[in-house]
Nanobody, 127 residues
Framework: VQLQASGGGLVQAGGSLRLSCVAS????????MGWFRQAPGKEREFVTA????????YYADSVKGRFTISRDNAKNTVALQMNSLKPEDTAVYYC?????????????????????WGQGTQVTVSS
């Protein structure tokens, strides 16, 4: 399985970016997906996750109301719409695939529950 993330860049505070992650393979709809981020000198942190069908979604408190995750199982893609960006959102953003597949109810919020990771895309928010 390969995950290819794209859409990062440099944006001013208050601006928006849309990240996209495309997964290879034919089992995309069988797995919950998540987005994590890692800022310099900090540990990787949970941002948001979406269940296999998209009916269950979790957000970190720090992004709730500003970020929106979505998925298109027909296109093997998961997207992250980021609005009202803040300088503290600056990080490398990673998409990830849950390790359990159909054994997962909902979606996980810890990095250890994800087995495959994309290469990361840099998001920089200037003040």
């Amino acid at each position: 399985v390969q995950l290819q993330a794209s859409g990062g860049g440099l944006v001013q505070a208050g601006g928006s970016l849309r990240l996209s992650c495309v997964a290879s393979g034919r089992t995309f709809s069988s797995y919950a997906m998540g987005w994590f981020r890692q800022a310099p000198g900090k540990e990787r942190e949970f941002v948001t996750a979406i269940s296999r069908s998209g009916s269950i979604i979790y957000y970190a408190d720090s992004v709730k109301g500003r970020f929106t995750i979505s998925r298109d199982n027909a296109k093997n893609t998961v997207a992250l719409q980021m609005n009202s960006l803040k300088p503290e959102d600056t990080a490398v953003y990673y998409c990830a695939r849950d390790r359990l597949g159909r054994g997962r109810v909902g979606a996980a919020r810890t990095a250890s529950e994800y087995h495959y990771w994309g290469q990361g895309t840099q998001v920089t928010v200037s003040s």
